[in-house]
């Protein structure tokens, strides 16, 4: 206990570690790649120390529902039983932030040696690695752990104890949520490697958030916040965007609580996806000659469906919050065309404009002309004032 034992003590070591944090990142860039090589380490061994005590009998797991591998086991737990008001996309929203890292390596592209081939290579394995150990981790404890257990009895399926009628019952999957730790080896190395993974992705987001920011303060979009486009050291590294990023962090961490954070987390990370999907969806359609994708199996109905996704998925987890959301970004939109920024990036609008355009014109090539729908063609010479 530091302050009171509750909130209040996460809020003070939250800022704590955040500062540390920032402090690492100011420092060096190459620092932080570093310290996220050494904390992959206690994150592999605690995965590890998880499953190879998913094999291993002790009486204290077995008192919290540990029934060994069992395919029965893994039957029972097969099908959704959500408890205390609790739906898929609730459980989902919580989750959802778990699987917000697929961006980490697009977002620091101006660090990598060669980006074409690194982000696709990098983004999909980082997919599929995370994708296979979430999926390890969900049928390892559904095989070997019931939902419902009261300490007393042996696990088993057929031996179903009293408190499961009542929804009372101490232990089991959906009651004690520090199930992979007593199934680890050594339980404080799952602690160390949750601090682990908690660090690796704030020091990802600390990153790549500022200097995001700072390319687009660069653009100069809106003057008054073009004071955070200048870089410091060699790395032209964002030390406004990353103090302004520490307060924005420090306000949310004041909150709390995950359970009340990860919904509005995932809700902007589902828009932030709905909106690069459907920049992917545009440029394509458009036939826009910079966007020229070598993936292969590219889709850009694909991205179309999967921006419809994110905005359907927004509502469904919360419609008030998907309404402010995108009236925000409304706000913003409207603010910086108010302003009327002097830039020009070639948009994929302008390319859409031009390939209807186009396919008009050649249209009117095949039509016969008719008097109702005709219309005087007058060019103007340029006269040269020679006075």
Sequence with gaps: TVIDGGVWDIRLISVVT???????????????????????????????????????????????????????????????????????????SVYFPAATGIMAGANISGNLRNPQVAIPRGTLSAILVSTLIYVSVLLIAGATYLRDADGMLVPNVTNTPDCFYNITCPFGLLNYYQIVMVTSVWPPLITIGIVASTLCSALASLVSAPKIFQAICE???????????????????????????????????????????????????????????YACFSASFSQYPGFRPAFRYYSHWLSLLAAAMCVAIMFVLSWPMTILTFLFFAMVYLFIKRLKPDVNWGTSTTATTYVHTLSGVMKLTKDEGHVKNYRSQVMKAPIANNS
Excluded at 38 to 54: E, Q, T
Excluded at 221 to 246: D, M, N, T, V, W
């Design 18 to 92: 955040c500062i540390i944090l920032l402090t690492i990142i100011c420092i060096s860039a190459t620092v932080e790649s570093k310290l996220q090589q050494v904390l992959l380490i206690p994150l592999i061994l605690s995965i590890l120390s998880f499953v190879l005590g998913s094999f291993l009998w002790t009486a204290e797991k077995e008192r919290h529902g540990y029934t060994g591998y069992q395919a029965s086991t893994l039957l029972a737990n097969m099908w959704p039983d959500f408890r205390d008001d609790h739906t898929f996309f609730t459980i989902f």
């Design 219 to 277: 653009d100069n979009l809106i003057p008054s916040l073009h004071c955070f486009a200048k870089g410091s050291g060699p790395g032209h590294e964002p030390r406004r965007a990353y103090a302004l990023a520490f307060f924005v962090t420090t306000a949310v961490l004041f909150i709390g609580e995950l359970n009340y954070i990860a919904p509005l987390i995932s809700n902007f990370f589902l828009c932030s996806y709905a909106l690069v999907n």
